[in-house]
Nanobody
């Protein structure tokens, strides 16, 4: 598995914004850059759900619940993927994980907590 390190979670009021980062510190550029990178989240008592993806060509896709509010991006030179979240709602509360699949093997970060207060 690949080491993925998330950061940027925290407590924010409803309607606020927060940015997450996920770095693959031990991957080399040529391995990282062709991979599709994903963000997932898991709310308390619920299953982990997919949130957003960005391909090597920077094509992005989002779950309907976050469209227009979240933006996924990547910086291959930093081997980092970002998730910028705005207009946050209480339903966005959960642990956010980044994910990649390399040659059929899933790798997950340790997760970062996002809590949106109403």
């Amino acid at each position: 598995q690949v080491l993925l390190v998330e950061s940027g979670g925290g407590l924010v009021q409803g309607g606020g914004s927060l940015g997450l980062s996920c770095k693959a510190p031990r991957m080399i550029y040529s391995v990282f850059s062709p991979l599709t990178m994903n963000w997932y989240r898991q709310a308390p008592g619920k299953q982990r759900e997919w949130v957003a993806s960005i391909t090597a060509g920077r094509f992005t896709n989002y779950t309907d619940a976050v469209k227009g509010r979240f933006t996924i991006s990547r910086d291959n030179s930093r081997k980092t993927v970002y998730l910028q979240m705005s207009d946050l709602k209480s339903d966005d509360t959960g642990v956010y994980y980044c994910n990649l699949n390399d040659l059929g093997t899933d790798s997950w970060g340790q997760g970062t907590q996002v809590t949106v207060s109403s």
